[in-house]
């Protein structure tokens, strides 16, 4: 795609490189853009006085030298660092004919990871905030003591979050011979410029996980972290594809009491405690009525908090809130995330503890389980194919609703798109042409189908083979309100498609179409931009009006 990066297509004859036409070093490329911010961990450590710590504006220089991370002769050849400055690399061309160009934000001081603290969780999100609209994707370099604990915090505060952030570090730092930072980089890296993700995810030893679901389970192995209640997001093989008794009493008390809001209870089993112990349960209760906020966790890896024995019952009697198969990273991070919601009244605090936010945790797990038998649909075509087992039922349903979803979405369907979703189809996911049912209904402008499909989680972000957003539809096919939704939704122009607007523009303003201009001015355009030949839309506006006077 010859057009991705037009500004720096234009520099590239003044700059001091060599047109070529080898596929691996051609400037031709498709570009992906990735933020990586590097707030430290072992993958940027080295040894000081016989013990790891972290080295400042040693990583960009480091990562330079490796040629897996790094294309020097893309870089020149298309002047990229008097683009987009010295902290910027270039991965080697991908298999999709991408490039995946990076820039470092490097903090100071970088941290291991077990200083971190809750002002760190805020200024990377200020940061992705600050830098969202100019990258498809954000990769988070930490260390991997407290790594579950900022994902499952990022995961709370960014709120309509529509492109990946992705977490990853190392157990040995990238510049030993041997080391687990080079791999998970790359796989980060890879991910967060070539799909549209809309989570926070941590990428450790080829899994990408879902980040409020995992926890650090070895610190010794590359492969660090578990995800025990939900399976990873991805994996990347050869393709990519998540005590005392009396004393406790009182340490109990003295533990909850005020300024005390908000408490994390690891629990046995699922969510049990000694039923024998009313001193316990009565502190526990004491400490609910007066307003602290406990949240049950299991201390199982794999499992959910339920009812089922007198001795979770218990727990549930003194007003502790079931954590489900939240991770207790994940239980910690959300309740900051909701105690730090002022405007809301406790009962409001609670209601959102007990939720599911963003997939940490399985809202109900007999209903979540697929239910493929009252879909008639399904059930004759793997009748007809003699299919009768789970696994191929689903990948049946998942081969043949995607364009199903997109067939109801021309129409205007949106019972057929709610049947599809009961069926359990995802109607994020896009047909053979990566269009999405999103897609087809901003070009058609059914604006109630498109409000239906962003409430249920359709991506603004996603796009089709061509590169097109369903933003870029809907203004083609000027679909005024749908644009103005999707703009609300955070849908925005690429850097890249702003600068190629001017031309389009143009070509609207030469056919006195003021409509068309007006609506690629709502999708954020700047009529002043100029085209081909220089002249700006609204130029060519002033001097047609002159013509016909
Ligand atoms: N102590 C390190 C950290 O969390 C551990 C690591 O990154 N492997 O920063």
Redesign the pocket.
Known sequence: NVQRHPSRRRKLSSCNSVETTDPVTSPTAAEARVLVINT????GMTLHDDVLAPKANAFVKGLRKLPILHDEVYAQQTCLYEYYGENTLVLPIVYTNKRIVYTILEYSPLL???NMTTDDWGRIGKDIEKNYENYDGFVILH????MAYTASALSFMCEHLGKPIILT???VPIYEMRNDGRDNLLGALLIAGQFVIPEVCLYFYNKLYRGNRVTKVDTGSFNAFSSPNLAPLATAEVDITSKSQGKFQSVVRAFLQPPMQGVVLETYGSGNAPDNRPDLLEELKKATDSGVIIINCTQCLRGTVSASYATGKVLMDAGLIAGGDMTPEAALSKLSYVLAKEDLKLDARKKMMAQNLRGEMSTDLVGAKLCLSDSRFIQVIAKSLSISCKEELEAIRDALTPPLACAAAKIGDIEALEALKEMGSNLCLGDYDGRTPLHIAACEGHLKLVKYLLSHGASVYAKDRYGDTPLCNAVRFKHKEVVKLLRKTGAHFSREELEEAGTELCSLAASGDLDGLEIWSIAGADLNKPGYDGQTAIQVVGSRRHALI
């Open positions: 430290g961990g072992t993958i291991d990871s077990s260390g991997t003591d407290t570090g190392s157990q």
